[in-house]
RNA sequence: GCGCCCGUAGCUCAGCUGGAUAGAGCAGCGGACUUCUAAUCCGCAGGUCGCAGGUUCGAAUCCUGCCGGGCGUGCCA
């Protein structure tokens, strides 16, 4: 249990014993200001009404009649907080549960059902971007931090490689393949086509292994096969990169195979039985304002072919008949106006509203000596995923990802991100990892012996660093609570912090046996939590800087 | 027009879902290495928390209305 939980219940134990009342919630947290202890509560004031009693008379009798081992002293202060001051062993009691529980810690078993989680899914028509990245670093984080905290997570990555986006960079990838052989290539519309750099490369490479096979045959035949061939081309690409990313999926879901195993037809079946659908101007509607939707949408179109809707409903409704509990999409922030209404087709197919958790994350802004940098996959104006990652390297490029939260727009200086790259605060942070264990590599100590049974008074530095470092599970569990990356990094800066000060004060490798030992576990510990936070992000913790 | 989201230091962002004097990092200024890594530490300066009301012991946080910005509002995905 938490030392907040803990006090939490003396707290609550000593109102019962001292006033008959019992509280449903007492909030105990860790105050900004040292001086104000190393945790405080505010029973006494936000009950001033149950108690009928001025808060700090309340306060003070809670303190005089709170006996336990973990507090030394409690005192009221201001309007009527209760100030707590941890003892000593305490301390060091969590301190040891942390080092047994070594790369564990902060980590829950798994419980409940298990999360389906969707994220990147990007149709295979070109290179990662910049933007894509920040889907990539948040939703992969996301996993690991849901995992922590002990949910199960499925990560899954949905793609579509049929339709007319396909057709597209099939025909510019022709256009170019014809090129190579001083030919022409007819395309339906010139505008429409893929610019980028890599539309050649593709060609240049479907030269390489078909040579001008292509050139031979009709052309209404050939464009399938070049389409699929840049498709397969760029699936690889994205595979290629996420793994560079250290973004991972369990799955790779192909919105073909919802009409090949009949999905997308049962779902509209479903609806029809069910009352849900009705026609209009020769299109099939979905009745999704009777869920909440602004208004009706189409599912199949006059032409008779389905909107981007109907497979995507389908898409959900398996999700949720593989039996996880949630379902939970990363989604670009231009996708504003998509949950509603998935959701509405959802609840219209009897799953509950609230199995669809949809985050959105904000678009990244790119920025180039002040100026905003237009970028358009069509046109080819475009920063890769991967030229961010040459620049400033992996690490930088995924803490600089998620140091912010998804859902605010993030500003992308191109130039001051790889020109400070040097001064990144993931270097911050992981300066603190390497110190640590240069400090095991003079100490001639594992991290793992070092300090087994560390007792004694804790000087102001380390009193400070054991109680960021046991916020560490709390922090976890809270930014899974809230699909919430950013508190991670915001949490590891800090812990770094109160490591450098205690390192800056204290000397770990002194003679004193007892205080070498105990100075060492604190560095065992932080070590063991940088690493597991650095780790939720995908971060490497260097031995060596 | 309507619906969501955002507005905090010069810049990039936190602020634990109502608490005490609003915090970091960059950028600026000034200090600290004969001692475990100075990619560090300490100090100074920097704020009408977009504006105006309201709720209460207490508001950056909750409510209402404005102002400013973004996104959505397709038989596009």
Request: aromatic letters at 10%; proline letters at 4%; glycine letters at 8%.
């Given at each position: 249990?938490?030392l907040?939980a803990?006090?939490a219940?003396?707290?609550r134990?000593a109102?019962?014993?001292r006033?008959g009342?019992?509280l449903?919630e007492?909030?105990?947290?860790?105050p900004?200001d040292p001086?104000?202890g190393?945790?405080?509560?505010?029973?006494?004031?936000a009950?001033?009404?149950v108690?009928?009693?001025?808060p700090?008379?309340v306060?003070?009798?809670?303190a005089e009649?709170?006996?336990?081992p973990?507090?030394e002293?409690a005192?009221?202060?201001g309007?009527?907080f209760?100030?707590f001051w941890?003892?000593?062993e305490?301390?060091w009691d969590g301190?040891?549960?942390?080092?047994?529980?070594?790369?564990?810690?902060g980590r829950?078993?798994?419980h409940?059902k298990?999360?389906?989680?969707?994220?990147v899914s990007v149709?295979?028509?070109?290179?990662m971007?910049?933007a894509?990245g920040?889907?990539?670093?948040y939703g992969d984080?996301?996993?690991?931090?849901?995992?922590?905290a002990?949910?199960?997570?499925f990560?899954?990555y949905?793609?579509n490689?049929?339709?007319?986006?396909i057709r597209?960079l099939g025909?510019?990838?022709?256009?170019r393949y014809a090129e190579?052989y001083?030919?022409?290539w007819p395309?339906s519309d010139p505008?429409?086509?893929?610019?980028?750099?890599?539309?050649?490369?593709?060609?240049r490479?479907?030269?390489?292994?078909?040579?001008?096979?292509y050139?031979?045959m009709?052309?209404?035949?050939?464009?399938?096969?070049?389409g699929?061939?840049?498709?397969r081309?760029c699936?690889?690409e994205?595979?290629?990169?996420?793994?560079?990313a250290?973004?991972?999926?369990d799955?790779?879901?192909n919105?073909?195979?919802?009409y090949?195993?009949?999905a997308?037809?049962d779902?509209?079946?479903?609806?029809?039985k069910?009352?849900?659908v009705?026609?209009?101007?020769?299109?099939?509607w979905l009745r999704?304002?009777?869920?909440?939707?602004d208004?009706?949408?189409?599912?199949?179109k006059?032409?008779?072919s389905?909107t981007?809707m109907?497979p995507?409903?389908a898409y959900?409704r398996?999700k949720y008949?593989?039996?996880?509990?949630t379902?939970?999409d990363v989604?670009g922030a231009?996708?504003?106006?998509y949950?509603p209404r998935i959701?509405?087709g959802?609840v219209?197919?009897?799953?509950?509203?609230?199995?669809?958790d949809?985050?959105l994350?904000r678009?990244?802004?790119?920025?180039r000596?002040?100026?905003q940098?237009?970028?358009?996959?069509?046109a080819?104006t475009?920063v890769?995923?991967?030229?961010?990652?040459?620049?400033v390297?992996?690490?930088?490029?995924?803490?600089f990802y998620?140091?912010?939260?998804h859902?605010?727009?993030?500003?992308?200086d191109?130039?001051?991100?790889?020109?400070?790259s040097?001064?990144?605060?993931v270097f911050y942070?992981?300066?603190?990892?390497?110190?640590?264990?240069?400090?095991?590599g003079?100490?001639?100590?594992s991290?793992?012996k070092a300090?087994?049974?560390p007792t004694g008074?804790?000087?102001?530095?380390?009193r400070a660093?054991v109680?960021?470092?046991l916020?560490f599970p709390?922090v976890?569990?809270n930014?899974?609570e809230?699909?919430?990356v950013?508190?991670v990094p915001?949490y590891?800066?800090t812990?770094a912090t109160?490591?450098?000060q205690f390192?800056?004060?204290?000397?770990?490798l002194?003679?004193?046996?007892v205080v070498?030992?105990?100075?060492l576990?604190?560095?065992a510990a932080?070590?063991?939590?940088?690493r597991?936070?650095?780790e939720?992000?995908g971060?490497?913790a260097?031995?060596k800087?």
């Amino acid at each position: 249990m938490s030392l907040e939980a803990r006090l939490a219940v003396l707290v609550r134990e000593a109102v019962r014993e001292r006033y008959g009342v019992e509280l449903a919630e007492v909030h105990v947290e860790r105050p900004n200001d040292p001086t104000h202890g190393d945790f405080a509560t505010n029973v006494a004031l936000a009950n001033a009404r149950v108690f009928r009693r001025n808060p700090r008379e309340v306060a003070g009798t809670l303190a005089e009649s709170l006996a336990s081992p973990i507090v030394e002293k409690a005192e009221v202060a201001g309007p009527g907080f209760m100030n707590f001051w941890l003892s000593a062993e305490a301390l060091w009691d969590g301190v040891r549960e942390l080092l047994e529980a070594g790369e564990g810690y902060g980590r829950r078993a798994a419980h409940g059902k298990p999360i389906l989680l969707e994220y990147v899914s990007v149709n295979p028509t070109g290179p990662m971007t910049v933007a894509h990245g920040r889907h990539a670093a948040y939703g992969d984080s996301l996993a690991r931090i849901l995992e922590a905290a002990g949910r199960r997570v499925f990560r899954e990555y949905y793609f579509n490689d049929g339709g007319n986006q396909i057709r597209l960079l099939g025909e510019s990838v022709a256009l170019r393949y014809a090129e190579l052989y001083e030919e022409s290539w007819p395309v339906s519309d010139p505008d429409a086509l893929y610019r980028g750099e890599y539309v050649r490369e593709i060609a240049r490479d479907l030269r390489k292994e078909a040579g001008g096979r292509y050139l031979q045959m009709g052309r209404e035949k050939a464009l399938p096969e070049i389409g699929a061939f840049a498709t397969r081309w760029c699936m690889e690409e994205i595979e290629r990169t996420l793994n560079r990313a250290r973004a991972t999926f369990d799955d790779y879901f192909n919105e073909k195979s919802l009409y090949e195993s009949g999905a997308v037809e049962d779902l509209i079946w479903d609806l029809k039985k069910a009352g849900h659908v009705y026609e209009s101007e020769g299109a099939l509607w979905l009745r999704s304002t009777a869920f909440g939707d602004d208004k009706d949408r189409v599912l199949v179109k006059s032409d008779g072919s389905y909107t981007y809707m109907a497979p995507d409903l389908a898409y959900h409704r398996d999700k949720y008949q593989r039996g996880f509990g949630t379902a939970v999409d990363v989604l670009g922030a231009d996708h504003a106006g998509y949950p509603p209404r998935i959701r509405a087709g959802l609840v219209a197919l009897g799953i509950p509203e609230d199995f669809l958790d949809v985050e959105l994350v904000r678009l990244v802004k790119l920025m180039r000596e002040g100026e905003q940098v237009k970028v358009s996959k069509r046109a080819g104006t475009f920063v890769t995923f991967d030229e961010l990652m040459d620049e400033v390297g992996e690490d930088v490029a995924r803490y600089f990802y998620v140091r912010s939260s998804h859902k605010t727009e993030m500003n992308f200086d191109l130039d001051l991100a790889i020109r400070q790259s040097d001064e990144n605060p993931v270097f911050y942070v992981q300066y603190a990892h390497a110190r640590i264990a240069s400090i095991f590599g003079r100490a001639g100590a594992s991290p793992k012996k070092a300090g087994e049974f560390p007792t004694g008074d804790l000087a102001p530095e380390e009193r400070a660093l054991v109680l960021e470092l046991l916020d560490f599970p709390r922090v976890v569990e809270n930014a899974a609570e809230r699909r919430e990356v950013h508190p991670v990094p915001t949490y590891l800066e800090t812990l770094a912090t109160r490591f450098h000060q205690f390192y800056t004060v204290h000397r770990v490798l002194v003679e004193d046996e007892v205080v070498r030992g105990r100075r060492l576990a604190l560095c065992a510990a932080t070590k063991v939590v940088l690493r597991a936070g650095l780790e939720l992000l995908g971060v490497e913790a260097p031995e060596k800087m």
